[in-house]
């Protein structure tokens, strides 16, 4: 807590965006749509200010999650708390209509400011697109956006280990948004050292494998028709890796099982699994969706934990290196 009574959560900088921002933010994909049911409007506001309530600054949304519902969610509760002061990402890209040039770019920016309720932008990442638009207009576009004031910062959500070191090595971008969990190590060798080197703000994930890395999962335990889950469960709509982090569901069932084993089960294993990913340096927010305010305030509370310690990290690497990069699909 805070002299205003407020609790506060660690700070970590979001790379060059000069900006600090709550090592655990909220991930609003969920709220938004394309995850089973929907998520009524008053559970989601109340995940929203109750993640908001416990220190949480960083919020990641999309225009396109929910159709733009996300970014309305999330307008709502910034005007209810328009006293303070938080760090709203978003994502322009994929959306139908979508075409890097810099009308529609500026349209996007405008409609996703709108949803928000705010004049300028503070993060825009672009959302997943090919290495072929990367390599096109939009980053002299992004700055044009800067410069007419309608953004602060812009980024990149990526799904490769190629595409984050393009972006590194030959943009202006500050920010990249990226898969990373104890399913999904790779990075910590190919990418987080050039990004430390060069300033980027990381942003982690999927960090709970889409609710496999909680530990709460059955082999029999089925998905509804409208939620990812089951309908990109192989990778059938978009890549295999924004589901359960690429890995077939059947055995992310066991290799939790056996990661809450290694981290120990007197914790939960959402809570271990996201101060694993908090033990990365590099890292500068990772942000687990959250239906919810019970599952908002578990998600925090791996910022309250020790480190793991080496020898945990050991064994979860070695679980990594032998049994989950083997069968790991999605582009990586
Ligand atoms: N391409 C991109 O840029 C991209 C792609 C994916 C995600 N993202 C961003 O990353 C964020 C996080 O990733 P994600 O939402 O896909 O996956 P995630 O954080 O790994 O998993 C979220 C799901 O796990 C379950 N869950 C969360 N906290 C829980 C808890 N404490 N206990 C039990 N279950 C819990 C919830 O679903 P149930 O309760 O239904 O199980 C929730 O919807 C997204 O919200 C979005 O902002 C970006």
Redesign the pocket.
């Known amino acids: 807590m805070n002299t205003t009574g407020k609790t506060i959560l660690p700070l970590r900088e979001l790379g060059k965006t000069g900006a600090s921002v709550s090592e655990i933010g909220f991930?609003?994909?969920?709220i938004g749509g394309s995850?089973?049911e929907t998520v009524e409007e008053n559970t989601a506001l109340d995940a929203l200010r109750t993640a908001a309530d416990a220190g949480t600054t960083f919020f990641?949304?999309?225009d396109v999650?929910g159709d733009g519902r996300s970014e309305s969610l999330i307008g709502e509760f910034l005007r209810e708390r328009s006293g303070e002061s938080f760090f709203v990402a978003t994502?322009m890209g994929r959306s139908g209509d979508f075409a890097p040039t810099y009308e529609v770019m500026e349209r996007t920016a405008l409609a996703s400011a709108k949803r928000l309720g705010v004049e300028a932008l503070d993060l825009v990442?672009l959302?997943?697109l090919p290495l072929s638009v990367m390599r096109g207009e939009v980053w002299d576009n992004f700055e044009r956006l800067k410069s007419a004031g309608l953004i602060k910062n812009y980024g990149a959500?990526v799904e490769s280990v190629e595409e984050a070191l393009f972006c590194i090595e030959n943009t202006s971008c500050v920010t990249l948004?990226v898969?990373f969990?104890i399913f999904r190590q790779k990075l910590v060798d190919e990418l987080f050292p050039t990004a430390q080197k060069n300033n980027i703000g990381i942003i982690a994930?999927?960090?709970?494998?889409?609710?496999l890395?909680?530990g709460?999962f059955g082999h029999n335990h089925h998905f509804d028709s409208n939620?990812h889950r089951n309908f990109n469960a192989n990778g059938e709509s978009f890549n295999a890796g924004?589901t359960f982090?690429g890995v077939p569901f059947e055995s992310g069932v066991d290799l939790a099982q056996k990661a809450h084993a290694i981290v120990g089960d007197s914790t939960?294993l959402?809570a271990s699994a996201l101060r694993w990913i908090l033990d990365f340096p590099a890292v500068s927010t990772v942000?687990?969706?959250?239906?919810n305010p019970?599952?908002a305030i578990?998600?925090v509370q791996a910022s309250a934990m020790p480190p793991l310690s080496p020898e945990v990290h050991e064994k979860l690497r070695d679980l990594y290196q032998t049994e989950i990069a083997p069968i790991i699909r999605g582009v990586y």
């Open positions: 991930g609003a994909w969920a995850w089973g990641d949304t999309a999650y994502k990442q959302h997943c959500s948004q898969i969990n994930r999927v960090p709970l494998a889409s609710g890395l909680t709460k939620d924004e982090a939960p959402a942000i687990p969706g959250a239906k019970k599952q578990q998600n």
